[in-house]
């Protein structure tokens, strides 16, 4: 089939490769010329596995292009794949998405269905429809259809090849069948229903996600302080095949594109309707606060973090992606400045995105050795495979305090035991070097490090924190 995706981002470039990959004949539309350009010399703009493979496998079925008329002229299907970020009261903004529905309205030229993959608020698509019937002029028409898309950044091509299932949202059958047949090398079963019903499905099923992270962060924060193991907690719940072991992993909070937005979209949706949704708005009351806790914690040990070095691992908002919308990584960093710290970051994925958010004021190291040498607070944000195949004693080895807080639960704790450094997790208990007590009643703990020049005053008395 001949197929228009407008806007190659995450979703957008996924789907292209993903449909070339299919057989089918793909011209991508990206106003950005900076992205662009890349397309155009077979580079993928976008970090994420198996993507410039495809575009190299595929080339002869690829095009990339900014004109919304070359690739609408003659499509089937037009794909809208265009960000819908937050507005500032919460909402989504709609803007690329009306832009690019207009845009294909003005150029199509002969029938089509124009599927909206962009994640859009319950009734987006009527509005479209109605946007189609106003504005095609030369006897046209276009249906609109919702396929809303469940790929998880890092390994979105084979979510989308292999995912658990489609959903398509249609108002006719000739939509429905266009649709199938896109879809006609997919396996899995495909959910045909209506569009408000297919948008709400998207919506439901993000803000869900949302709610396990945050439910297993709050049951983290308080092992934190009865002294039990999250990690264990998960495994236990995890294995009740009426919870599932995915989302449940206890952390610093979610962030990225979706999670953040949508539960805001749907809060947002609701009270629109005269009805408050209190289950995400706590999901992301809790996540709000789960997000700032390393820097909390990081108080444990230095009350004053001016001119001290911190070294933070990971910047990205989960490991496979150089995505940074959201990341909880960012709010710490400022905060870090902010305190006067002295800030060195290690993040395989680049630094040209955090180069703009902080000019001039990090450090962006080439290995976590350097990022890490010197440091006297070490804080890991993202579960990169190379944080956790970092051996626990090289942070003894390479930091002037070895203090290593862990947003992402990195390590075992018997890995890190006989390491020599202070290891402060998420939902488990602290492990330290050498605890001697200075006295039975205190809430004082003396702890030595191996390469500590001086010896550091730990308060085991955590009401101060969160
Ligand atoms: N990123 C994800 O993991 C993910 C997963 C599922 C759904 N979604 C949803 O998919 C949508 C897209 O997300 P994304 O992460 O791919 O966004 P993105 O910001 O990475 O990509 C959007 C792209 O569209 C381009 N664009 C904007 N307006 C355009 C226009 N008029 N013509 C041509 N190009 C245009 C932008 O330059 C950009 O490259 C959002 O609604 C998002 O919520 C995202």
Redesign the pocket.
């Known amino acids: 089939m001949k197929i228009a995706v407008?806007?190659?981002?995450?979703?957008?470039l996924v789907t292209a490769v993903c449909l070339a990959h299919w057989g089918h004949t793909v011209t991508c539309?990206?106003?950005?010329s900076q992205?662009l350009s890349l397309l155009k010399s077979g580079q993928s703009p976008i970090f994420e596995k198996d993507v410039e493979k495809f575009m190299w496998l595929y080339a002869d079925r690829l095009v990339y292009t900014d004109s919304?008329r070359e690739a609408c002229v003659d499509a089937q299907v037009v794909f809208i794949?265009?960000?819908?970020p937050e507005r500032e009261d919460g909402y989504a903004n709609l803007k690329?998405v009306f832009?690019?529905a207009e845009?294909v309205a003005d150029n199509v030229s002969s029938d089509c269905v124009c599927v909206v993959?962009?994640?859009v608020p319950i009734g987006t698509n009527r509005k479209l429809e109605r946007l189609f019937s106003s504005k095609v002029r030369n006897g046209c028409t276009v249906e609109v259809a919702s396929n809303p898309?469940?790929?998880?950044?890092g390994t979105a091509v084979y979510d989308f090849l292999f995912g658990p299932r489609v959903v398509i949202g249609v108002a006719s059958t000739r939509s429905e069948e266009v649709l199938k047949n896109v879809y006609a090398n997919y396996t899995g079963p495909i959910i045909v229903t209506d569009r408000q019903t297919a948008e709400m499905i998207k919506y439901a099923s993000n803000n869900f996600l949302a709610l396990k992270i945050s439910y297993i962060n709050e049951i983290a924060n308080l092992c934190e302080r009865v002294g039990a193991d999250v990690e264990t907690v998960s495994l236990g719940m995890g294995m009740d095949s009426r919870i599932g072991k995915q989302f449940l992993r206890a952390g610093i909070g979610y962030g990225?594109?979706?999670f953040p937005k949508?539960t805001k979209a749907l809060h947002w949706l609701a009270k629109y309707h005269d009805y408050e949704i209190k289950t995400v708005k706590a999901a992301i009351e809790v996540n709000e606060n789960q997000k700032m806790l390393l820097f909390k914690k990081a108080h444990r040990y230095y009350q004053n973090l001016e001119g001290l070095t911190v070294a933070v691992l990971g910047v990205t908002f989960k490991p496979d992606t150089d995505d940074l919308r959201d990341a909880p990584s960012l709010q710490n960093i400022a905060l870090l400045l902010e305190a006067g710290a002295h800030v060195r970051v290690w993040d395989p994925s680049g630094y040209d995105s955090l180069k703009i958010l902080f000019p001039h004021s990090l450090d962006c190291c080439d290995t976590i050795p350097e990022a890490i040498s010197n440091a006297e607070l070490c804080m890991i944000m993202t579960e990169w495979k190379q944080i956790r195949e970092f051996a626990p004693a090289e942070y003894a080895k390479h930091m002037k305090a070895p203090v290593v807080i862990d947003g992402r639960n990195c390590y075992s704790p018997e890995s890190v035991k006989n390491a020599g450094i202070v290891y402060d997790s998420i939902g488990r208990p602290r492990i330290l070097p050498i605890v001697e007590p200075a006295s039975a009643e205190s809430t004082q703990t003396t702890l030595v490090c191996r390469s500590f020049p001086a010896v550091l005053s730990v308060s085991t008395d955590h009401s101060h924190l969160y």
């Open positions: 407008v806007g190659t981002g995450y979703v957008g539309v990206e106003s950005n992205k919304c794949c265009v960000g819908t690329h832009k690019a845009q993959k962009s994640t898309e469940f790929l998880s950044q990225g594109s979706c949508d």
